[in-house]
């Protein structure tokens, strides 16, 4: 797909002042046929819908431009059939069937007129839809490298091609012919498209816009209509990560605001310490801390250590609430293993463990723990040491609370990407290839 098929086939002619005119109908000069003509006084060229003879329509004797007597061909929306897009009325008065210069790629242009508002274009490619008007303006250009801006918006290239004309039918204000070709540019900044068509001596600019396949469908009554394949040069990205990104900006912002708050506030407060040299036979012991008093309702935050070494120690912690003998457990594995083998050193484990103990009411506690070892049952002492604490914020759901915020966002940007990657992987300027059709 390239972005010039979505160009309106103008050829460098503007249109014609519009003004009101009668259904004009004559009789084909080769084939004798009645040909009707829809934009009697602006068109200048007729193709016989009998014969397909292309004819001087604004020449009284009807002169044949190109007698070439091609078949006819049906077309997705016919010669004559009405459709309202931006709540006017457009009835199709011309077809053209353009390829780009490698002949690989085929597109649709309906010329569209209305006595009232003109012309307009109505181009599809790979199920690709655009509505096409042209746009008087001098615009400032300094070569096909930098950007363009058209009102608020800032184009930038995307292609340059030499469309060829394959194929007409119906009538135009201008001259046209199979083989007709001409210079275009492109530029992009979705859903719109600038086009830039060049013939000898004159260059027209026109304004693409994307639409939806399912409006042109509507508002033709069509029953079917062509898969949409890929992405089209100008079509809108349904990921909008510049929104998404500025409210997960503000929202990672609130969060590390509300974090450090409650850091700030937090009372981070011991409460009670351990720090014991176990003796074997201690396994089957079970010891006992002094009373220690939460003020109000709080976490409990637990820290332990034991300088085990190709060792482990495990610590079981209970906490008992004196008044109502609420319990609350918690326990702590502490192993560190170390060596070398064919991949060298290597080492595992850690001799600290930490862990919470989450909403524990106001009260007065004891602390009962027990240790388990196998320094102990080798009959050697263990050392251990341990600190509680209360009210103690964690950073770990912050960082949850991080990744939560993000991660939606992470996926939409890889996948907006990849969308904009399709998008530009036909254009003159293309960036990373990946994905797949629509």
Excluded at 124 to 142: L, P, S
Excluded at 183 to 212: H, I, N, Q, W
């Amino acid at each position: 797909m390239t972005a010039t098929d979505f160009g309106p086939n103008l050829f460098g002619e503007e249109p014609p002042p519009v003004k009101k005119t009668a259904i004009r109908k004559f009789n084909c000069p080769s084939c004798g046929g009645e040909i009707q003509i829809r934009a009697a006084g602006h068109t200048l060229t007729a193709v016989c819908a009998h014969c397909g003879s292309v004819i001087d329509a604004a020449d009284e004797r009807f002169t044949i431009i190109d007698d070439v007597k091609t078949k006819l061909r049906p077309t997705l929306i016919e010669i004559g059939q009405r459709g309202a897009l931006d709540g006017i009325e457009w009835e199709v008065i011309g077809y053209v069937l353009k390829s780009d210069r490698t002949k690989q790629y085929f597109w649709d242009e309906y010329l569209l007129f209305n006595p009232y508002h003109g012309f307009r274009f109505l181009v599809q490619m790979d199920g690709h839809w655009n509505f096409v008007r042209v746009v008087k303006e001098d615009f400032q250009r300094m070569g096909f490298v930098t950007t363009v801006w058209h009102q608020e918006h800032s184009f930038s290239p995307f292609l340059r091609d030499q469309p060829i004309v394959q194929y007409v039918k119906g009538e135009f204000y201008w001259r046209i012919r199979k083989g007709d070709t001409a210079t275009t540019e492109d530029y992009v900044a979705p859903p719109y498209m600038l086009s830039f068509e060049k013939v000898p001596g004159e260059e027209t600019a026109s304004l693409c816009e994307y639409t939806e396949p399912d409006v042109v469908q509507a508002a033709f009554g069509l029953q079917s209509m062509p898969r949409r394949k890929g992405v089209g040069p100008n079509q809108p990205s349904p990921f909008n990560v510049a929104a998404l990104m500025k409210t997960a900006s503000m929202a990672v912002v609130t969060a590390f605001v509300i974090h450090l708050a409650a850091v700030a506030a937090s009372a981070s407060q011991m409460v009670v310490t351990m720090n014991k040299v176990f003796q074997p036979g201690d396994q089957t012991r079970e010891f006992v801390s002094e009373p220690f008093t939460l003020p109000r309702q709080s976490n409990i935050y637990i820290e332990s250590s034991a300088p085990v070494s190709n060792a482990w120690a495990e610590l079981g912690l209970t906490f008992v609430n004196e008044t109502t003998k609420e319990v609350f457990e918690l326990t702590q594995g502490m192993e560190f293993y170390y060596g070398s083998d064919s991949d060298g050193p290597w080492r595992e484990g850690s001799p600290t463990a930490d862990g919470y103990l989450s909403g524990v009411p106001a009260g007065t506690y004891r602390m009962t723990y027990d240790i388990e070892s196998d320094v102990l049952a080798k009959q050697l002492p263990l050392q251990v040491t341990m600190t509680a604490k209360r009210d103690v914020t964690s950073w770990g759901n912050f960082f949850w609370t991080m990744f939560l915020l993000l991660a939606y966002p992470a996926v939409a940007w890889l996948r907006s990407s990849a969308f904009e990657n399709r998008r530009w992987e036909n254009s003159d300027f293309p960036r990373t290839s990946s994905g797949s059709d629509e």
